[in-house]
């Protein structure tokens, strides 16, 4: 059973850097697709950054581009976001979710997703 568990949020002040992990368990995840997705209070889930299955492309939201980098070790079958440049509106919890079934929708939809982790918290603020 493929499980996820993230790690790395935090406090961190504006123009700040944070590493998220995403731990990966119960089968190598080289075909499925993981993505990091956000959610603040009062706002819908939002994709932030999408690693595509089987060495496949990258993919990130408009306002984290050249600030924020996904990749993966295959040695750690974890997931990395790293964040730098971090701005008030990047608060949210961020999870990381995963599929292995193409299924033609948006990487930026939830619904294309099998899996989730629980969640890390991470606040930006001085």
């Known amino acids: 059973q493929v499980q996820l568990v993230e790690s790395g949020g935090g406090l961190v002040q504006p123009g700040g850097s944070l590493r998220l992990g995403c731990v990966f368990s119960g089968v190598a995840m080289e075909s499925y697709t993981i993505t990091w997705f956000r959610q603040a209070p009062g706002k819908e889930r939002e994709g932030v950054a999408c690693s595509a299955r089987r060495d496949g492309p990258t993919y990130y939201r408009d306002s984290v581009k050249g600030r924020f980098t996904i990749s993966r070790d295959k040695s750690k079958n974890t997931v990395y976001l790293q964040m730098i440049g971090l701005r008030p509106e990047d608060t949210a919890v961020y999870y990381c979710?995963?599929?292995?079934?193409?299924?033609?929708?948006?990487?930026?939809?939830?619904?294309?997703?099998?899996?989730w982790g629980q969640g890390t918290q991470v606040t930006v603020s001085s």
């Open positions: 979710a995963a599929t292995n079934i193409p299924r033609g929708s948006s990487w930026r939809s939830p619904q294309s997703y099998d899996y």
